[in-house]
């Protein structure tokens, strides 16, 4: 697979809106702590929150104006995530550039991401001058709120399973509070904004939890398949992270070559690229690439289904169209 292959998510019409509200607010050439704000949200990426927020705010009900400021304030949030990730992944390209960290060492790149965070609490904030209800601002925030602590949790338990083999069970659990989570940010917050009743916000969760699962298994894949999606393949190997297609071929390896597996999860001294050549070799030899790919696509169809009991739009298809194998998974 090649760069073409990594999936765009954002229609022109949202993410020129979205792209707008980011260059008033953060132009070219500003200074301090919104430069290094400016640079993790430039150049722009899938838009897959702000994108999402819109779309589950419409499928309910909701106007596009006064969601637009929450859209902003996802892509604030989930940019803030990635610039920390990628201090702790010591990851050194995001979206095909350096990361903030290399870019303006791991102390600046802190700082910018915890602006990111008080920028994207405050321009969801701005939704109520937008005529959203304070009411409903006010759970929005809440839902920001804990699903930020949800995802938090995940990373650290993600970090504390580095460097050892665990059950597949426990991965995906971990995955569904890491990458669903972030999902569940984006239409939960539009759909809250928009008046949801709880039974679309109940379909909406199910959806955004089912999808994150597909998506992140799908985001294993990369270290195996060739794909470019703007930041390091190798990372992690590098990490010692047992991703699924590690963990499903760990399950089916003789025990031979379980203890390689695990040798080369807990091997920090070796040469990078033999390590990550060795595990893409093993996690090939006993089809856990093939199987891992078929999980995602059976995640995002259980995902297309939670969506049913939505009223039929345009807009719920748009969501359901991310569930078709080539889009997100």
Same mark, same amino acid.
């Given at each position: ?7 765009? /998510?954002?229609? =022109? ?23 290094? /704000?400016?640079?993790? #949200? ?21 106007? $596009?104006?006064?969601? %637009? ?6 892509? +604030?949030?989930?940019?803030?995530? $990635? $610039? ?42 701005? +939704? ?5 209800? /304070? ?20 990373? #650290?338990?993600? /970090?504390?399973? !580095?460097?050892?083999? +665990? ?15 972030? %999902?569940?940010?984006? +239409? ?19 959806? !955004? ?25 190798? !990372? ?8 699924? =297609? ?28 033999? &390590?990550?050549?060795? $595990?893409?070799? %093993? ?21 297309? &289904? ?24």
């Amino acid at each position: 697979m090649t760069e073409t292959d990594v999936p765009q /998510v954002a229609d =022109p019409e949202i993410a020129a809106l979205v792209r707008a509200e980011v260059e008033y607010r953060w132009p070219d050439g500003i200074s301090g702590l919104d430069e290094v /704000v400016r640079y993790g #949200l430039v150049p722009f990426g899938k838009m897959m929150g702000p994108w999402m927020l819109i779309r589950s705010a419409l499928a309910v009900g909701g106007e $596009m104006s006064q969601v %637009l400021p929450a859209a902003v304030a996802v892509e +604030c949030i989930q940019v803030g995530a $990635m $610039m920390h990730d990628d201090i702790i992944d010591g990851d050194p390209q995001r979206r095909s550039k350096r990361a903030a960290h290399s870019a303006y060492g791991s102390s600046t790149a802190i700082l910018g991401g915890d602006g990111l965070f008080f920028h994207g609490f405050a321009a969801l904030a701005r +939704c109520q001058e937008a005529g959203v209800p /304070v009411d409903r601002v006010g759970r929005a925030l809440t839902i920001l709120s804990e699903t930020g602590l949800r995802i938090g949790e995940a990373a #650290l338990t993600e /970090v504390r399973m !580095s460097r050892s083999v +665990c059950s597949t069970a426990t991965y995906l659990n971990m995955i569904k509070d890491k990458s669903g989570a972030l %999902l569940w940010m984006a +239409c939960g917050l539009g759909a809250t904004l928009s008046g949801a009743d709880e039974a679309a916000l109940a379909a909406l969760k199910q959806y !955004s939890d089912l999808l994150g699962v597909g998506y992140q298994i799908r985001d294993d894949l990369m270290a195996f398949d060739g794909t470019n999606a703007g930041k390091p393949n190798i !990372s992690d190997i590098r990490n010692g992270r047992p991703t699924l =297609p590690v963990l499903l071929a760990h399950r089916r390896a003789p025990r031979d070559k379980q203890r390689v597996i695990e040798h080369l999860l807990a091997d920090t001294s070796s040469p990078l690229e033999e &390590r990550h050549e060795a $595990m893409s070799e %093993l996690a090939n030899a006993y089809g856990a690439v093939e199987s891992a790919r078929e999980m995602s696509h059976r995640y995002a169809r259980l995902a297309g &289904r939670a969506l049913d009991s939505l009223p039929p739009t345009a807009h719920r298809d748009a969501l359901a169209g991310l569930t078709v194998p080539g889009r997100l998974v």
